[in-house]
């Protein structure tokens, strides 16, 4: 069975810290995806990528970074973690741009 | 850009009662059409997708959704609901091969014993 494994169903962290999300898919997908999920908004694209080290701004990219070494792994990166960065994030992966398959999220919380 | 739609925030059933739920879309160009469910602490689950073809599409967990190109709608439907199809439903919208998904804020479906 397809497999989208996130390192942490829940994370509590600090403002100003770096956080790392990690992402790791078993399905050989070119593409991953990180999105933030939030009440009312549905969900809203944070970075893309299409090939290892290749990154693609989604439409809030603003205060987050990622990485792709890689194939299987896409790393999420807040810098310098703040309070408004409090949500359900969510990483995908599939074979074409659209993602086909959702890993259970992360919920963070940022104190 | 493209935009998705879903009017309904919350939806209430009793089980075995027939479900529609609804999505409207704004796309320039041909649409690719998803649906998604997420249960309660999970991520989402790719239920059915619309390419081309015939506009009826069936997808897993007995849905089929329609695409009616000049309603600019793609609405999922269930003709007898279960109690475990309670979760949160997402329409999508996007293209083939680029990475400009647009979904909607989702439907929260509650069922009724």
């Known amino acids: 069975d397809v497999k989208v494994t996130q390192s942490s169903r829940y994370l509590v962290k600090r403002t100003g810290e770096k956080v790392f999300l990690e992402c790791v898919q078993d399905m050989d997908h070119e593409n991953m995806f990180w999105y933030r999920q939030d009440p009312g908004l549905g969900l809203r694209l944070i970075y893309f990528?299409?090939?290892?080290?290749?990154?693609e701004k989604g439409d809030i990219p603003e205060g987050y970074s990622v990485s792709r070494e890689k194939k299987e792994r896409f790393s999420l990166i807040l810098e310098s973690a703040s309070t408004n960065q409090t949500s359900m994030y969510l990483c995908a992966s599939g074979w074409r741009a659209q993602p086909q398959h959702f890993g259970d999220g992360t919920r963070l919380s940022i104190l | 850009a493209q935009s998705v739609t879903q009017p309904d925030i919350h939806i209430t059933v009793s089980e075995g009662a027939s479900l529609e739920l609804r999505c409207n879309y704004s796309y320039g160009a041909t649409p690719y059409l998803f649906w998604y469910v997420q249960s309660p602490g999970q991520g989402l689950q790719l239920l059915l997708k619309?390419?081309?073809?015939?506009?009826l599409v069936q997808g897993i967990k007995g849905f089929e959704a329609e695409f009616k190109r000049s309603q600019s709608s793609f609405n999922l439907r269930k003709p007898s609901v279960h109690w475990s199809d309670a979760a949160e439903y997402f329409c999508a919208v996007g293209t083939y091969n680029n990475n400009d998904m647009r979904f909607g804020a989702g439907t929260r479906l509650t069922v009724k014993p």
């Open positions: 990528s299409y090939d290892v080290k290749m990154k």
């Open positions: 619309y390419f081309s073809g015939d506009t």
